[in-house]
C-alpha cells in the first residue's frame, strides 16, 4: 500500500487579500478545490491544474471555472503549497486584485 504524501497549503497575505476580494461563495469555492487539488500531488498536471511558462506570478495555475489560483510547490526540507495569487479571468485577461495581468 502506497502512501500519497500530504503538501502543507500555506497563502502569502497578497493571496489572502484577494481571496478577500471575493464573494461568499467564491472564497468558498477557491478553498475547498486548494485543499482537495493540492493536498496531494500539486505537480501533476491534470485537465484543470497545469505547469505555467514563466511569468511573473507563479509557476503552477489551478482553475476552478473563471477563478484562477496561482501556485508553487516545494518539495524540500518540507512538502509546501504557497498559494501566490487568486484572480478571475476574462478572456485572455487575468485580474488579480486589482491589477489586470496577461499570462497569455
Same mark, same amino acid.
Given at each position: ?12 497575505? +497578497? ?5 478577500? !476580494?471575493?464573494? #461568499?461563495? +467564491?472564497?468558498?469555492?477557491?478553498? =475547498?478545490? @486548494?485543499?482537495? +487539488? ?6 501533476v ?12 506570478? #507563479? ?5 476552478? !471555472? ?5 501556485? =508553487? @510547490?516545494?518539495?524540500?526540507?518540507? #512538502? ?5 495569487a @487568486? !484572480? ?8 488579480? !486584485?486589482? @491589477? ?5
Open positions: 500500500m502506497s502512501r500519497r504524501r500530504r503538501y502543507r497549503i500555506e497563502y502569502t497575505d +497578497q493571496a489572502v487579500e484577494h481571496l478577500r !476580494g471575493l464573494g #461568499a461563495h +467564491q472564497r468558498a469555492a477557491v478553498l =475547498d478545490s @486548494v485543499e482537495v +487539488q493540492l493536498a496531494h500531488e500539486p505537480t498536471p491534470t485537465r484543470n491544474r497545469k505547469l505555467l511558462r514563466a511569468n511573473p506570478v #507563479a509557476p503552477w495555475e489551478l482553475r476552478i !471555472g473563471t477563478m484562477r489560483v496561482y501556485f =508553487d @510547490v516545494v518539495e524540500v526540507p518540507r #512538502a509546501v503549497v504557497t498559494v501566490r @487568486v !484572480g478571475i479571468k476574462v478572456r485572455e485577461r487575468i485580474r488579480i !486584485g486589482r @491589477v489586470e495581468i496577461d499570462l497569455g
